[in-house]
């Protein structure tokens, strides 16, 4: 076993193959030249394997899709489960319903992300179980009567969904070169927050259809029977859309199933020829080359160089390739693209980075999760009426109530987080984590959080235009939480993508890659699950108490140390630990 700090010496390259030499004088100009070209921001243009990262996009756009929908109406729907209980109760049990999902996937993430680095069953498999298994909670959650009923399927959907950690593995194995990754691992934030601005416009608008358009829908049995099955059927099609685009599309990324065969890409091929023939006959084309397809690249260990011997025995180089190809067939040889022939012990995966890593990761996304899951129980608790009001405010700390809107205004509010979000991965994010780099910009991005979540509870007390108990309304309150959600979404445009790509590469060798994002996303997780329903308790008691910016402020304590713990980590190359028959990445 080998420390990255051991590895060989370089293979010569074929202007010296001999490695001998003397340097070149201009070497130093083309190796700043190379920096130069390395800090340069990539364009989405020169991203690699296009049409896999597409397909990986759709499968996490789904998910964002689900969940942001469902917290748009989640405050009302648990009231219609028992309109007595109060707004302390139903605001406990949103941060229960919450963390119920992600305490499901804690106990399994890791449990994925070993299943999907054996060769039983592989990445891709995995991402199908859990978009499937999302799709049919979702069906369940939405026909649910009872909080008890719908607790249950929400923990179905968790305990069958490792896929972000499967993702970001995949995006890691697609996408081995460094300089591409920023922009890579960029999809699956910026998927998020397209999610965020289409799933609670969704939501709004799809919920409660008898209530809300009783012109249109208050007769129909069904609305009234089940007033949010709606949403949930629309998101679990999205959701099979999903899975059926991975099954006959995507590409296992797994080293030890690259070649093996694969019945949805063959079913894939097999109708993508079949359209192309009805395309073409519709374009009047009389015939279709069915033998055309698409290049590939060739792996350096499947190329083999034609010699002199060749030539004079009146071989050419397409012999030299049938010999090359032969010889990777035979048992014992590396499988095309292969980079390790032994698989690294799981009690060896724990070095000090990858704890401090995922150290630094809890506190992250604590405080994220808890702000998701309180955001949108925050824009709907009721406005503070001094009418029935038993406490009285006495500023700048004691005061309580939310904003009250209704569902339809709740997905307005969390749509301007995700567009917000897109603009600042479209203008900002490129430029900016180029030329810091990747954990620098996640250690400055980290102090915008504590400043936000400080300020989030004074949204109670900004003027509005409606008087109590009417919910919010006015240009300066909607001035006010583009305010806050600027501030917020600044720092998680750059924590998140930077804390995928510190996760990838703290991984101490290729061949655990998916078991360290599994125990990740099992740390986040763990994360998401103490923080709501901590935070849903607290949140209840201080309204109870005429304290509503507790739970906020105390957010913004567990931000800063958050800040702290940035300090520990470092960035690794995932290939700390290197075991005989590892080869160099070209």
């Known amino acids: 076993m080998r420390h990255s700090s051991d590895r060989r010496t370089p293979r010569p390259s074929l202007d010296d193959p001999d490695g001998v030499l003397p340097p070149v004088h201009d070497a130093p100009r083309s190796r700043s030249s190379k920096e130069e070209t390395s800090k340069k921001p990539v364009a989405w243009k020169d991203l690699p394997q296009k049409r896999q990262l597409a397909i990986l996009t759709l499968s996490r756009l789904s998910e964002p899709l689900v969940q942001t929908s469902l917290q748009a109406y989640m405050f009302y729907q648990l009231k219609w489960f028992d309109p007595k209980l109060p707004d302390s109760t139903i605001a406990a049990q949103a941060g229960v319903m919450h963390a119920s999902f992600m305490a499901a996937q804690f106990i399994t993430a890791m449990i994925w992300g070993r299943v999907a680095d054996s060769r039983r069953a592989g990445r891709k498999t995995v991402l199908l179980i859990g978009l499937i298994g999302t799709s049919l909670s979702c069906l369940g959650f939405g026909f649910s009567t009872t909080f008890w009923q719908a607790l249950l399927f929400r923990t179905l959907g968790g305990a069958t969904n490792g896929n972000i950690g499967v993702m970001r593995t995949m995006i890691s194995e697609i ?74 599309g995507i ?141 009285t405010p006495r500023l700048p700390f004691r005061f309580t109530g939310g904003l009250g809107m209704p569902p339809q205004r709740v997905g307005m509010a969390m749509a301007i987080l995700g567009v917000i979000g897109i603009l600042m991965q479209l203008l900002l994010y490129p430029t900016l984590s180029a030329r810091l780099g990747t954990i620098r910009s996640w250690r400055l991005s980290l102090l915008c959080f504590p400043l936000a979540y400080f300020i989030v509870p004074y949204l109670a007390v900004v003027p509005s235009a409606a008087l109590p108990p009417a919910a919010k309304a006015g240009a300066a309150v909607w001035l006010a939480i583009c305010g806050v959600l600027f501030v917020q979404v600044t720092g998680r445009t750059f924590a998140l993508p930077s804390m995928a790509i510190l996760v990838n590469n703290c991984s101490p060798h290729p061949s655990v890659l998916g078991t360290v994002h599994g125990l990740g996303q099992s740390v986040s997780s763990a994360a998401r699950t103490i923080g709501p329903m901590v935070g849903g308790t607290v949140y209840g008691f201080g309204l109870k108490r005429g304290y509503v910016g507790v739970v906020w402020w105390a957010l913004s304590g567990m931000a800063v140390c958050a800040c702290l713990a940035s300090l520990l980590v470092k960035e690794g190359d995932g290939h700390e630990v290197w075991l005989e028959g590892d080869e160099e990445d070209e």
């Open 175 to 248: 996408v081995r070169e460094k300089k591409y990754q920023p922009r890579a691992f960029m999809l699956l934030p910026m998927t998020f927050n397209i999610g965020v601005i289409v799933g609670p416009i969704l939501g709004g608008l799809l919920s409660d259809p008898a209530g809300s358009y009783p012109s249109l829908f208050g007769r129909v049995r069904f609305f009234r029977a089940f007033p949010y099955a709606t949403p949930n059927i629309v998101s679990a099609v999205f959701l099979a859309a999903a899975a059926l685009a991975v099954w006959l």
């Open 251 to 391: 590409e296992e990324t797994l080293d030890a199933l690259r070649d093996e065969p694969n019945l949805g890409l063959r079913v894939g091929r097999r109708l993508h020829r079949i359209l192309s023939r009805l395309v073409a006959t519709m374009r009047g084309r009389s015939r279709v080359d069915d033998s055309r397809g698409e290049y590939a690249a060739l792996d350096s260990h499947d190329v083999e160089l034609a010699g002199a011997s060749d030539t004079e025995a009146g071989g050419t180089s397409s012999a030299s390739s049938v010999r090359g190809a032969a010889a990777a067939a035979k048992p014992g040889r590396r499988r095309r693209g292969a980079r390790y022939t032994q698989r690294l012990p799981f009690r060896q995966i724990f070095t000090r980075n990858v704890i401090l890593t995922f150290f630094a990761q809890f506190f992250l996304t604590f405080h994220i999760g808890t702000f998701n899951a309180l955001w949108f129980v925050f824009l709907s608790t009721p406005v503070y009426d001094p009418s029935s009001a038993t406490t």
